[in-house]
């Protein structure tokens, strides 16, 4: 079977030029990316899903193509990205969200609740204080350390820091296609990307973890619709254990582990992801097919 393909496109959303990628017809799934995170990393979930489902890429605010914006806070990012829904004329889909762009799509499903049909957070921020020290330090330089780390972003000898990134991002790198590699490290050496990812890291830590205001751990019974939570169960910056406390959190819940995942588990082991994913998912249809 052939692979649909990938349509790179953009959007004013609230006056904001946005890329997003885009494949595929039917039900509507959204997925967002994390911090530093290219959207094109998605490309194989996007092909598995574009068989029964239109799916959108959103490149979130200042990484990667889509001019930067003023507030990336979780909340603001998700009227955001609902705003985005509204720019294609979407009313509500499937959301699915990886790291950051988990906290923002639960925000999303908490804040838009009639944007989203299904909700499905891939290891997410927002779910326990937790979080790998590298990201605290990171995200508590202080401001000239972090205004020079975005300035030689370019330089050849940091992308050192982009080898250790990768090595706490990913269990298996072996298995992760090339072009999404490449385009994993172009981002990397991008100023504006690593000065957004800066942020929001700035945002979302303090030196003892995830910040309390922020999370949503408390809010996720507030969710009604289905929601499917997956965490690969070697992530070095977010433990399994948040993925277990949340699952129990949730009042129309399930939780599914990846056992050869790290934090990006969707390329560490594709096949396992979809899985897990693509009952979920597709589910939808059957169930609106009835």
Same mark, same amino acid.
């Given at each position: 079977?052939?692979?649909?393909?990938?349509?790179?496109?953009?959007?004013?959303?609230?006056?904001?030029?946005?890329?997003?990628?885009?494949?595929?017809?039917?039900?509507?799934?959204?997925? +967002?990316? %994390?911090?530093?995170?290219?959207?094109?990393? =998605? @490309?194989?979930?996007? *092909?598995? !899903?574009?068989?029964?489902? &239109?799916?959108?890429?959103?490149?979130?605010?200042?990484?990667?193509?889509?001019?930067?914006?003023?507030?990336?806070?979780?909340?603001?990012?998700?009227?955001?990205?609902?705003?985005?829904?509204?720019?294609?004329?979407?009313?509500?889909?499937?959301?699915?969200?990886?790291?950051?762009?988990?906290?923002?799509?639960?925000?999303?499903?908490?804040?838009?609740?009639?944007?989203?049909?299904?909700?499905?957070?891939?290891?997410?921020?927002?779910?326990?204080?937790?979080?790998?020290?590298?990201?605290?330090?990171?995200?508590?330089?202080?401001?000239?350390?972090?205004?020079?780390?975005?300035?030689?972003?370019?330089?050849?000898?940091?992308?050192?820091?982009?080898? +250790?990134? %990768?090595?706490?991002?990913?269990?298996?790198? =072996? @298995?992760?296609?090339? *072009?999404? !590699?490449?385009?994993?490290? &172009?981002?990397?050496?991008?100023?504006?990307?690593?000065?957004?990812?800066?942020?929001?890291?700035?945002?979302?830590?303090?030196?003892?973890?995830?910040?309390?205001?922020?999370?949503?751990?408390?809010?996720?019974?507030?969710?009604?619709?289905?929601?499917?939570?997956?965490?690969?169960?070697?992530?070095?910056?977010?433990?399994?254990?948040?993925?277990?406390?949340?699952?129990?959190?949730?009042?129309?819940?399930?939780?599914?582990?990846?056992?050869?995942?790290?934090?990006?588990?969707?390329?560490?082991?594709?096949?396992?992801?979809?899985?897990?994913?693509?009952?979920?998912?597709?589910?939808?249809?059957?169930?609106?097919?009835?």
């Amino acid at each position: 079977m052939s692979e649909e393909k990938l349509v790179e496109r953009r959007v004013l959303v609230n006056g904001v030029s946005t890329l997003y990628y885009e494949t595929g017809t039917g039900p509507v799934v959204l997925l +967002l990316s %994390g911090i530093g995170e290219d959207a094109r990393s =998605w @490309r194989k979930v996007m *092909q598995d !899903l574009a068989l029964t489902h &239109r799916v959108l890429v959103l490149v979130l605010p200042g990484l990667g193509g889509t001019s930067p914006v003023d507030d990336l806070r979780p909340g603001p990012l998700a009227s955001f990205a609902a705003a985005f829904l509204d720019s294609l004329e979407v009313p509500a889909g499937i959301v699915v969200g990886h790291s950051y762009g988990g906290a923002v799509a639960a925000y999303m499903a908490l804040e838009h609740p009639q944007r989203v049909t299904r909700l499905v957070l891939v290891d997410s921020a927002g779910l326990g204080r937790a979080i790998n020290p590298l990201l605290i330090a990171l995200g508590n330089l202080p401001a000239p350390a972090a205004n020079l780390l975005a300035t030689t972003a370019t330089l050849p000898g940091v992308g050192a820091l982009g080898a +250790l990134a %990768g090595n706490l991002l990913l269990r298996q790198p =072996w @298995r992760v296609p090339l *072009q999404v !590699l490449i385009a994993q490290v &172009r981002l990397s050496r991008t100023r504006v990307s690593v000065r957004t990812s800066i942020e929001m890291l700035r945002l979302g830590t303090e030196l003892t973890g995830q910040k309390r205001k922020y999370l949503v751990l408390g809010r996720l019974k507030n969710i009604a619709v289905p929601t499917m939570i997956v965490w690969g169960l070697t992530d070095m910056l977010l433990p399994v254990s948040q993925g277990v406390r949340a699952a129990r959190r949730l009042r129309n819940g399930r939780l599914e582990v990846i056992r050869n995942g790290g934090h990006v588990c969707f390329l560490d082991s594709h096949e396992d992801f979809m899985a897990a994913l693509s009952p979920f998912v597709r589910d939808d249809i059957d169930r609106l097919r009835k």
